[in-house]
């Protein structure tokens, strides 16, 4: 019984942060901001770089998230709530099309990292694939976490989407010219609703433990 349902958590997780992360969105990005002359060996090393902080700060929001919360008096439900608003947000934004909505770059940001061999970091690992999204949402999965076999489901969904992103982003150039213009939209518009359900879940959740509670 244990595995069964452990599997459909793995899939459930995977589905949630990949909406989340949304590494079509990061791959057009990642097209924008690199001159096109760059070499494939660079755009290597950038998405093994951005997918690789994806996955540590992933890891650490998961093992001490709560901690920090918890140190400032912030609990789960408002988290929920607060999380379920960022969501929604980003997602009514990535439904209308806007697919760099919710990344919170400057202008002067993208200059700077359209002139710097690595950006990595700043703009594409943060705020543009690790933001406060899926931060919120790591955290609210762990909420679910009920014994060791859902912990490894979740650290698995992570190392899984860490993986779909770093590969995604490698391959960038070649996938935007195939999608096209009219089907990055479409894959990016549809990861947008989803993320909209997921928010709503997360507001009605939040609200209605912190109506109980008073």
């Known amino acids: 019984m244990e595995i069964p349902d452990t599997f459909s958590l793995l899939l459930k997780d995977i589905v949630s942060l990949i909406a989340i ?18 070499p494939k060996k660079v755009i290597d090393g950038i998405s093994l770089r951005s997918s690789t902080l994806l996955f540590v700060a992933s890891l650490v929001t998961l093992f001490f998230g709560n901690a920090i919360f918890s140190f400032f008096g912030i609990n789960i439900d408002s988290i929920k709530v607060m999380g379920g608003i960022i969501l929604l947000i980003f997602a009514i934004h990535t439904v209308n099309g806007n697919i760099s909505a919710g990344t919170k770059q400057t202008e002067e ?10 950006i990595a970091i700043v703009p594409l690992g943060i705020p543009i694939l690790f933001g406060p999204g899926v931060m919120v949402t790591i955290i609210i999965l762990k909420e679910r976490v009920y014994s060791l076999f859902s912990l490894a489901a979740l650290l698995v969904a992570i190392a899984i989407v860490s993986f779909i992103t770093y590969l995604t982003l490698k391959n960038s150039r070649i996938l935007i010219k195939r999608l096209g213009i009219t089907g990055t939209k479409i894959i990016t518009r549809i990861m947008g609703l989803i993320v909209g359900a997921i928010a709503s879940q997360f507001i ?11």
């Open 21 to 38: 992360v949304d590494p079509i969105a990061a791959a057009v990005i990642l097209v924008s901001i690199v001159p096109p002359e760059t």
């Open 109 to 118: 940001e993208i200059n700077e990292a359209a002139l710097k061999d690595d």
């Open 204 to 214: 009605i959740s939040g609200v209605k433990a912190l109506w109980l509670r008073f």
